[in-house]
C-alpha cells in the first residue's frame, strides 16, 4: 500500500464517523503526520471529542482518554513510584500519558497546575518524575479538547500551553443534510467505538519520516518568514509568532502536502494553514484573541504570494 494509500484509508475510515466535515479530518491527520498536537475547541455537541476518539482508534496504537476536571492531579496522569512491599524497592506506575494517542477531554476544566503537567510531555516527548527522566512511547499525539473560555468553569490555556499546540482547529455545526444524516446513523451504525485500525503504529512513524522528503522551495520559505514577521509588526499585536510557530507552520505544510499526494508544498498549503496554525499564537494587546484571526487575513491579503 502507498503512502497516499494508507492516508487515505485513514481519512475515509474517520469520516464514516465523522460525516459532512471532511476538512476537519484531513487537518487533524496532518496534524497526526506533522508530529504535533493539537487542540480542538468549539461549542459542546458539535464532536469534538468523538473525532478525536475516531482518529485515535483507527491507529493501531495504545490510546487513553483522560477526562480533565477541576480535582485532577498532576500524578493522575503522569503516574506516580510507589513503594513495593515484597521487592522492597519504589516502582514507578506510569500513568495514561503513557500512551501513543492521548485524549486530554476538556482540557480547560482543570487546574493550571495540572494543565502544566502536560507541557514537558507535549514539547520534549518525554517527562520526569522523582527527578527521573522517562521516555514517553513513539508515535506520541495529544489530542486536547477544549470549550470556548467564555463558559462557566473553565480555566484558559495560558499561551506557553498553548504555543504547544500545533493547530487549533473549530468543527463547527454541520449542514442540513449531513445532520440529518447524524441522527439516523447513531441509531443504525458506526460510532467511534465501532472502528478498527487501519494503521499500525510503524506507519504512522513512515508516514511522520515521509513529511520530511516534501520539499519546499526558497521562494515559499520567504513567503511563510514574511507572514510570520508581519505578526511581530502589527500595532494591535503585543507579542507576534514565535520561531516555534514558524517551524510549526513549515512543518505542518509539508504533511498537508503529503496528505494530498504531493511531493512538494504549495502557496495555498501556507496560506490554508496559516489561521490554524498561528491564530492560537497571538497575543493581542486589548487581551483579546477574537480578531487574531482578522489579524492573519489582513496580512494574507497584504504579502505579496510568489510565482
Same mark, same amino acid.
Not at 281 to 306: H, M, N, Y
Given at each position: 500500500m502507498s503512502h497516499h494509500d494508507k492516508i487515505r484509508a485513514l481519512r475515509q475510515n474517520i469520516e464514516t464517523v465523522i460525516r459532512g466535515k471532511p476538512e476537519v479530518v484531513r487537518l487533524a491527520t496532518v496534524a497526526l503526520l506533522a508530529r504535533g498536537h493539537l487542540l480542538i475547541e468549539d461549542i459542546p455537541g458539535v464532536?469534538?471529542?468523538?473525532?478525536?476518539?475516531?482518529?485515535?482508534r483507527?491507529?493501531?496504537?495504545?490510546?487513553?482518554?483522560?477526562?480533565?476536571?477541576?480535582?485532577?492531579?498532576?500524578?493522575?496522569?503522569?503516574?506516580?513510584?510507589?513503594?513495593?512491599?515484597?521487592?522492597?524497592?519504589?516502582?514507578?506506575?506510569?500513568g495514561p500519558l503513557f500512551s501513543n494517542i492521548v485524549l486530554a477531554d476538556?482540557?480547560?476544566?482543570?487546574?493550571?497546575?495540572?494543565?502544566?503537567?502536560?507541557?514537558?510531555?507535549?514539547?520534549?516527548?518525554?517527562?520526569?518524575?522523582?527527578?527521573?527522566?522517562?521516555? /514517553?512511547?513513539?508515535?506520541?499525539?495529544?489530542?486536547a479538547t477544549q470549550n470556548p473560555v467564555e463558559h462557566h468553569?473553565?480555566?484558559? /490555556?495560558?499561551?506557553?500551553?498553548?504555543?504547544?499546540?500545533?493547530?487549533?482547529?473549530?468543527?463547527?455545526?454541520?449542514?442540513?443534510?449531513? =445532520?440529518?444524516?447524524?441522527?439516523?446513523?447513531?441509531?443504525?451504525v458506526h460510532t467511534a467505538e465501532d472502528l478498527g485500525p487501519v494503521l499500525s503504529a510503524d506507519d504512522v512513524l513512515e508516514l511522520q519520516r515521509k513529511v520530511h522528503d516534501v520539499q519546499v522551495d526558497d521562494d515559499l520559505l520567504g513567503y511563510l518568514v514574511s507572514l510570520v514577521n508581519q505578526t511581530r509588526h502589527t500595532d494591535t499585536v503585543q507579542l507576534g509568532v514565535s520561531p516555534r510557530g514558524s517551524v510549526s507552520l513549515y512543518r505542518a505544510a509539508q504533511a498537508l502536502a503529503l496528505v494530498d499526494g504531493r511531493d512538494h508544498v504549495r502557496p495555498d498549503?501556507?496560506?490554508?494553514?496559516?489561521?490554524?496554525? /498561528?491564530?492560537?499564537?497571538?497575543?493581542?494587546?486589548?487581551?483579546?484573541?477574537?480578531?487574531?484571526?482578522?489579524?492573519? =487575513?489582513?496580512?494574507?491579503?497584504?504579502?505579496?504570494?510568489?510565482?
Amino acid at each position: 500500500m502507498s503512502h497516499h494509500d494508507k492516508i487515505r484509508a485513514l481519512r475515509q475510515n474517520i469520516e464514516t464517523v465523522i460525516r459532512g466535515k471532511p476538512e476537519v479530518v484531513r487537518l487533524a491527520t496532518v496534524a497526526l503526520l506533522a508530529r504535533g498536537h493539537l487542540l480542538i475547541e468549539d461549542i459542546p455537541g458539535v464532536g469534538k471529542t468523538t473525532l478525536a476518539s475516531s482518529l485515535a482508534r483507527s491507529l493501531g496504537c495504545s490510546f487513553r482518554r483522560i477526562q480533565f476536571t477541576s480535582d485532577l492531579l498532576p500524578s493522575d496522569i503522569i503516574g506516580t513510584t510507589i513503594y513495593d512491599q515484597e521487592s522492597r524497592s519504589f516502582e514507578f506506575r506510569p500513568g495514561p500519558l503513557f500512551s501513543n494517542i492521548v485524549l486530554a477531554d476538556e482540557i480547560n476544566r482543570t487546574t493550571p497546575r495540572t494543565q502544566s503537567a502536560l507541557l514537558e510531555a507535549m514539547s520534549e516527548f518525554r517527562v520526569s518524575v522523582d527527578s527521573t527522566t522517562r521516555d /514517553l512511547p513513539n508515535p506520541f499525539f495529544v489530542i486536547a479538547t477544549q470549550n470556548p473560555v467564555e463558559h462557566h468553569g473553565t480555566y484558559p /490555556l495560558p499561551d506557553s500551553q498553548l504555543d504547544r499546540f500545533l493547530m487549533r482547529i473549530r468543527i463547527g455545526y454541520p449542514e442540513a443534510e449531513a =445532520e440529518k444524516e447524524i441522527i439516523v446513523r447513531q441509531r443504525l451504525v458506526h460510532t467511534a467505538e465501532d472502528l478498527g485500525p487501519v494503521l499500525s503504529a510503524d506507519d504512522v512513524l513512515e508516514l511522520q519520516r515521509k513529511v520530511h522528503d516534501v520539499q519546499v522551495d526558497d521562494d515559499l520559505l520567504g513567503y511563510l518568514v514574511s507572514l510570520v514577521n508581519q505578526t511581530r509588526h502589527t500595532d494591535t499585536v503585543q507579542l507576534g509568532v514565535s520561531p516555534r510557530g514558524s517551524v510549526s507552520l513549515y512543518r505542518a505544510a509539508q504533511a498537508l502536502a503529503l496528505v494530498d499526494g504531493r511531493d512538494h508544498v504549495r502557496p495555498d498549503d501556507i496560506k490554508e494553514l496559516a489561521i490554524p496554525v /498561528l491564530e492560537h499564537r497571538l497575543v493581542l494587546k486589548d487581551g483579546s484573541r477574537q480578531a487574531a484571526r482578522f489579524i492573519l =487575513e489582513e496580512i494574507l491579503q497584504r504579502v505579496e504570494v510568489p510565482v
